[in-house]
């Protein structure tokens, strides 16, 4: 059975927001080599258009080794989209799920393999929800946003997480590494 895990960046005051911390070398290594331990990673449409950004570093590399790494990493790992307005992905590694979250999550648990990653705010909260996330890693950026969407927002049920692991990078970011508890 895979495990599906959460892996997102926020701020201090819990925003999600790809743009408000500055990942450095070491923060793209660490997700380069998180991408290639993971069959796949589950996008919703919002998350999945940013990403491809990365997709010009494949057609032209930046010179930074990180980050042509890490456009490598996240071009070569299966994405699987959910949205009710894409009709098409123009990623050769992407496709649009043609079944409801629950349904493609259930069945991508059952299957043997590596973990599959979910990069995308809503897709958390909708798994959250489900119950369906097995470990969450939050990377912490040391930045107050001070506007923008909380990453978990509209979550009415308490959930009690247990601290598994840290993991603290030179720059001042920290990985909360997580799991679920029952109560």
């Given at each position: 059975m895979r495990k599906?895990?959460?892996?997102?960046?926020?701020?201090?005051?819990?925003?999600?927001?790809?743009?408000a911390g500055q990942p450095?070398?070491?923060?793209?290594?660490?997700?380069?080599?998180?991408?290639?331990?993971?069959?796949?990673?589950?996008?919703?449409?919002?998350?999945?258009?940013?990403?491809?950004?990365w997709q010009t570093l494949i057609k032209n590399p930046s010179g930074?080794?990180?980050m042509d790494d890490f456009a490598i990493a996240i071009d070569k790992i299966p994405k699987i989209v959910f949205s009710h307005t894409l009709k098409?992905?123009?990623?050769?590694?992407?496709?649009?799920s043609n079944q409801p979250i629950e349904k493609e999550v259930l069945e991508l648990k059952q299957q043997?393999?590596?973990?599959?990653?979910?990069?995308?705010?809503?897709?958390?909260?909708?798994?959250?929800?489900?119950?369906?996330i097995d470990e969450y890693q939050f990377c912490v950026y040391p930045v107050i946003a001070g506007a923008g969407l909380p990453l978990f927002e509209n979550v009415?049920?308490?959930t009690v997480f247990k601290l598994v692991k840290t993991k603290t990078f030179s720059g001042g970011a920290v990985i909360l590494y997580y799991e679920p508890?029952?109560?």
């Amino acid at each position: 059975m895979r495990k599906i895990i959460a892996a997102i960046n926020m701020t201090l005051d819990g925003v999600f927001d790809h743009t408000a911390g500055q990942p450095d070398e070491e923060i793209h290594q660490h997700y380069t080599e998180l991408l290639r331990e993971g069959d796949a990673i589950l996008y919703g449409r919002i998350t999945y258009q940013l990403m491809q950004y990365w997709q010009t570093l494949i057609k032209n590399p930046s010179g930074e080794k990180s980050m042509d790494d890490f456009a490598i990493a996240i071009d070569k790992i299966p994405k699987i989209v959910f949205s009710h307005t894409l009709k098409n992905t123009d990623w050769d590694s992407a496709k649009l799920s043609n079944q409801p979250i629950e349904k493609e999550v259930l069945e991508l648990k059952q299957q043997s393999g590596a973990p599959i990653f979910v990069g995308s705010r809503s897709l958390i909260i909708q798994l959250m929800k489900l119950n369906l996330i097995d470990e969450y890693q939050f990377c912490v950026y040391p930045v107050i946003a001070g506007a923008g969407l909380p990453l978990f927002e509209n979550v009415n049920d308490r959930t009690v997480f247990k601290l598994v692991k840290t993991k603290t990078f030179s720059g001042g970011a920290v990985i909360l590494y997580y799991e679920p508890k029952s109560e």
